[in-house]
């Protein structure tokens, strides 16, 4: 049993996942990914039509007599999955068709509550060879939150600006781990299901922060602790097989470790940051009495009033208030729906609030120790 103290950081632990997470601390990890077993339920082997052999997954680990069995698996490992997490944590699995909608099905049996399913589509799956059924070129992960009311990180905002301004889908195209980023063990895979490194890369920007903990119960060649590594996150790896566990060190001790500057490896979110109401605008004369605001088509317009409210067509109310009224809507963002004009170019009052923010982080003065027999 590992003390709070003592909790493991940027570790190999050795063992079986069920048994090591229940000698976790209780709800102490930021995110779990798992990528376990997918019980592929493959007879004989796969041959390529010049006959060929496939190098596939034939290991016992990813053998189950029986689906029970492999619910009953399934069913203790996301147990202590559970009961290691964080209530702001998440848990992303992944897996295929032949694993993943049982795995679903227990993660609701359990109480996790599913944000997403994600599909990974592969821009070189492999061929069915066989040529009896479509090739199969996608992988399914899901995402899901501890319970119903919990909530999660999610760093929407990175999302976005990693997609070039555009909301993130949920239908991610990456090719499958191949080239030099394969790793190999005398011309031979060292992992037959290593997953690329930007798969995790996503996975892991997307909801977790720097500094997070990160757990992978089935760690396998490493690539979730070599990612969190770059990334600037700290990670626990669950491995039983020796082989997997001398790959994965060697290779997370080769990976180049994260920028020692954490505003690269994080993206501001503006519901975090310090409210700014609009009265502000017009106190640091940014804006003015009189001063008039529209919409981005010119077709709206308000005056600014001292106070800061606007008014409009004999309306007066806050910049959401009367954003609202004029697009008969029940809500309205006022600081990207009314803009200004300067200088002859339009811009949202959105930028005068980021203004007033910048202004702010300037002036923030450090923080004073507190000093020694001092109440906290």
């Not at 010119?298 to 004029?326: C, L, W």
Request: aromatic residues 8%.
């Amino acid at each position: 049993m590992f003390e709070k103290e003592a909790m493991p950081r940027n570790q190999i632990l050795t063992g079986d996942c069920i048994a090591t997470m229940n000698g976790l601390p209780p709800n102490s990890v930021d995110m779990i990914f798992a990528d376990p077993p997918y019980n592929l339920q493959l007879s004989g082997e796969l041959h390529r039509p010049n006959n060929s052999r496939v190098d596939g997954v034939e290991d016992d680990w990813d053998k189950f007599a029986t689906f029970a069995d492999y619910d009953a698996f399934t069913h203790g490992w996301l147990s202590a999955a559970r009961r290691v997490l964080k209530p702001t944590g998440s848990l992303w699995v992944i897996g295929s068709y032949h694993n993943i909608f049982r795995v679903g099905a227990t993660l609701q049996d359990l109480g996790y509550w599913i944000l997403n399913d994600v599909i990974w589509r592969k821009t070189n799956p492999m061929p069915n060879f066989r040529g009896k059924r479509f090739t199969n070129a996608h992988e399914t992960l899901i995402w899901c939150a501890k319970e119903e009311t919990a909530k999660p990180t999610f760093n929407y905002q990175a999302m976005k600006a990693l997609n070039d301004g555009i909301q993130m889908r949920s239908d991610w195209l990456f090719p499958i781990c191949s080239g030099a980023e394969r790793l190999k063990i005398d011309g031979r895979k060292a992992h037959p299901t290593q997953k690329p490194e930007s798969l995790l890369y996503r996975v892991l920007l997307a909801a977790t922060n720097p500094g997070d903990l990160v757990l992978d119960p089935f760690f396998g060649s490493g690539t979730t602790g070599a990612v969190a590594k770059k990334l600037g996150r700290d990670w626990i790896g669950i491995e039983r097989e020796a082989d997997y566990i001398k790959v994965a060190s060697q290779r997370i001790a080769a990976t180049e470790p994260a920028s020692a500057d954490v505003t690269v490896l994080s993206t501001p979110n503006k519901r975090t940051e310090p409210r700014v109401p609009f009265g502000s605008v017009i106190e640091e004369g940014l804006l003015h009495a009189g001063d008039q605001l529209f919409d981005i088509r010119k077709r709206i317009v308000a005056k600014v009033n001292a106070d800061g409210s606007i008014t409009t067509k004999g309306e007066r109310g806050s910049i959401h208030q009367i954003g609202a009224r004029v697009q008969n809507a029940p809500a309205c963002n006022g600081w990207t729906y009314w803009h200004f004009e300067k200088r002859g170019k339009i811009q949202p009052i959105d930028a005068l609030r980021d203004r007033i923010r910048r202004q702010m982080a300037a002036t923030d003065l450090p923080v004073q120790e507190t000093a020694p027999g001092a109440a906290e």
